[in-house]
């Protein structure tokens, strides 16, 4: 009998979709395919059910089949790939040759195989010289990643390469990939994702970088002829970083690509400020409102992956840090669960 008086709240059902809804976002995690079961046990734990699959260079194209089923034994399901066997010299600069050639060929493998096992997504970047970071600094107490623009021309900024690649040249680069890969990507039902350049600077290491604005990107789908296959990796981060140099907003950003389906995946992080000079942070500690970006992709239909970036590191952490982990799913948890009510979806 309840008692005079006390609310009926609690008892009422949950508003809007879960997370168990075809049509919402997925809350997923990247995690090597040789995660020790243990951790595999804790994601389990915190309610994630997808996965972006990190597979070495090293492992066999049967590893991969062998890795989705240990992971659909802990109800996990490998819904994207990253395989970095286009992040050659070769394939990157548009050397041609032989050795391209066999390159493009395991690329080709890649995406065959991860169709057959039905991953829907294989994440790409396109940086062959580059550096992430400039300094560990810490924040709150935590271990994170700062960028200094100064500091790298000053001290890092040293040819890599034999000689300096023009951004022509790497578009050219780009162009013959797609022409090689792509259309095995269509055959094969894998949507190929395209992370921009992080930080979004213009050179590093004697290298052009094109993809550092929103411009970019509208270039890269006239190259893939507006396929259905290729579209935009959503690096909120890299965005955040480079504020009004990249052309358009996160949001713009969400807007534009969104609604025509060419948003295929999306790392979630946040920053302290734009270039010259950013720390990553976790979802709560930085500029951006990241709940804004999540309500954004709900408002657009957005229900494809969507990972934890760059993960700080906090007390106790090793491997995948399962601290920090957990604090950001939660985090976009709540993010996610409190944009669908507001949306009334």
């Known amino acids: 009998m309840q008692a005079a008086g006390a609310s009926t709240a609690l008892a009422a059902p ?10 919402n976002i997925k809350l997923a995690h990247r995690v090597s395919i040789r995660v020790p079961d243990e951790d595999l046990l804790f ?13 070495p260079l090293d492992a066999p194209l049967e590893e991969l089949g062998r890795a989705r089923d240990r992971f659909a034994a802990y109800g996990i399901r490998m819904i994207s790939c990253a395989h970095y066997a286009h992040r050659t ?32 997504v294989l994440v790409l970047d396109w940086h062959p010289g580059n550096t992430y970071s400039t300094a ?13 623009l100064d500091e790298f021309r000053s001290r890092m900024d040293q040819p890599k390469f034999e000689r300096e690649y023009s951004a022509e040249e790497i578009w050219g680069a780009l162009e013959y990939f797609m022409k090689a890969v792509l259309p095995v990507a269509e055959e094969a039902g894998v949507k190929l994702a395209m992370h921009p350049d992080d930080p979004p ?26 396929s259905r296959n290729w579209g935009v990796r959503l690096c909120v981060g890299t965005w955040a970083e480079g504020g009004k140099a990249m052309g358009a907003d996160v949001f713009e950003m969400i807007r534009e690509w969104a609604p025509k389906g060419k948003i295929f995946d999306v790392d979630l992080r946040n920053v302290t400020s734009t270039l010259p000079v950013f720390q990553e942070t976790f979802p709560d500690d930085g500029y951006l409102d990241l709940y804004q970006v999540v309500k954004a992709l709900r408002r ?8 934890p970036d760059h993960l700080p590191e906090l007390a106790g952490d090793t491997g995948t840090r399962r601290a920090a982990t957990a604090y950001c799913i939660a985090s976009m948890r709540g993010m ?4 669908n009510e507001e949306l009334g979806l």
Do not use: W
Request: aromatic residues 4%; hydrophobic residues 35%.
């Open 14 to 23: 949950p508003r809007g979709i879960t997370e168990q809804d075809a049509g």
């Open 43 to 55: 994601l389990k734990q915190i309610g994630l059910r997808h996965v972006r699959a990190e597979i």
């Open 89 to 120: 010299p070769d394939i990157e600069l548009g050397r041609p040759g032989p050795q391209r050639e066999r390159e493009l060929d395991n690329c080709r493998a890649v995406v065959r195989e991860l169709g057959r096992l039905g991953v829907e």
């Open 136 to 148: 560990t600094v810490e924040r709150r107490g935590y271990r994170a990643r700062e960028f200094n």
């Open 201 to 226: 600077i213009e050179k590093m290491h004697g290298v052009a970088r094109i993809f550092i604005n929103a411009e970019c990107y509208r270039r890269a789908e006239r190259l893939a002829r507006g």
């Open 300 to 307: 657009a239909g957005y229900s494809g992956p969507m990972v």
């Open 336 to 339: 996610l669960s409190r944009a």
